[in-house]
């Protein structure tokens, strides 16, 4: 990858919309205007924590989806006040082992974040990548979710002090996802422990320790459950279906804020041999519009090359928010890359 900072994605999914607001400010207007009464603040701004209440009560997914947007949001350290004693004890990697002589020879050999013009990330926006890609992982029921949470905070421990040496002081502002630098470091230290979860033999039944509802102001209690992967779903498949899963879900909650708009990018005919390159190829040009404009990369644009045999539709991320952490993954030739799309 050149110093421009392109990056290069090969597009083999369909797109149905997207809108010329960004997640922030369209929930901001949901909010505003779907908020029942009750719900509602004196300058009419719905109260988050009420709404919260209003949803009900949380699934294990949910719970630990939510999980999840605490600790990338929190602190090295804060994370740790975060997680179970239960969490904190399981195996199977160590401190040590994140700090052992291998793991510090692939941090010397990793080439610099580069300093380059990037811009903020859209905060729900960011939210949705990461939870996307947490949450597909869940769906997989190929890891504990609780062991993953450990693996994760322990990886991502070890790797973030030198990742800031690397940049400079005041580089990185720790726990905003808003910001690129730190968002290329979380989101790196996610798909390395993904990788690694899903590459190390992942058991086909384990048991998993989830939430037991208990009263409010009391310690989050524990409980172990059975968990049984699909058994049509084999190791080596968990890498692909991660990626089809994490590309679905974005794509999904892209529909529901963005369907029916003026905005909505083209939908295409599989049917049609003619047409429907073009179709998809217009639908690409509007999602690199849409990821431009939620701070994913400074722009955005999308290219059909046919090479005799087949048409390959392009798409092309100037100075992505991803650009150091999916160099470093495709180097160390991790199983699955932080690409999104």
């Not at 504990?144 to 002090?161: H, L, N, P, S, T």
């Not at 998993?208 to 989050?220: F, T």
């Not at 048409?311 to 991320?317: D, G, I």
Request: aromatic share 8%.
């Amino acid at each position: 990858m050149k110093m421009r900072g392109f990056l290069y994605l090969r597009i083999l999914a369909s797109v149905t919309c997207v809108s010329a607001l960004s997640l922030s400010e369209w929930r901001s207007q949901q909010e505003r205007s779907q908020a029942p009464a009750a719900f509602k603040n004196q300058q009419g701004r719905p109260d988050s924590l009420q709404l919260d209440k209003h949803k009900g009560a949380y699934d294990r997914r949910t719970w630990l989806s939510q999980g999840i947007g605490s600790l990338v949001g929190a602190s090295i350290l804060a994370g740790s006040m975060l997680l179970s004693e239960p969490v904190l004890a399981a195996e199977p990697i160590s401190l040590g082992e994140a700090q052992n002589v291998g793991a510090q020879t692939k941090r010397l050999l990793r080439a610099k974040p580069p300093k380059i013009l990037r811009p903020r990330l859209d905060r729900d926006f960011a939210v949705l990548l990461m939870r996307s890609s947490y949450n597909s992982l869940d769906e997989l029921d190929c890891v504990a979710m609780d062991q993953f949470q450990r693996d994760f905070f322990i990886i991502r421990q070890a790797e973030y002090e030198p990742y800031v040496n690397l940049l400079g002081p005041g580089m990185v502002s720790q726990g905003d996802l808003t910001d690129p630098y730190y968002f290329d470091f979380i989101s790196f230290a996610q798909y390395t422990t993904i990788s690694r979860e899903i590459t190390q033999d992942p058991p086909f039944v384990f048991v998993e320790k989830q939430p037991v509802e208990v009263p409010e102001g009391e310690p989050q209690q524990f409980k172990d459950t059975v968990i049984r992967r699909d058994p049509s779903i084999s190791n080596d498949k968990l890498a692909s279906e991660h990626g089809k899963l994490v590309g679905t879900r974005i794509l999904d909650r892209l529909n529901e804020v963005f369907d029916n708009t003026a905005s909505a990018i083209p939908k295409y005919n599989r049917d049609s041999d003619e047409a429907a390159p073009f179709q998809l190829l217009a639908a690409m040009q509007q999602l690199a519009k849409l990821f431009a404009l939620n701070g994913y990369a400074l722009d955005g644009s999308a290219s059909m090359e046919n090479s005799g045999k087949q048409l390959q539709l392009s798409l092309t991320l100037t100075s992505p928010a991803t650009i150091w952490s999916g160099q470093a993954l495709s180097k160390e030739r991790s199983a699955i890359v932080n690409t999104f799309l």
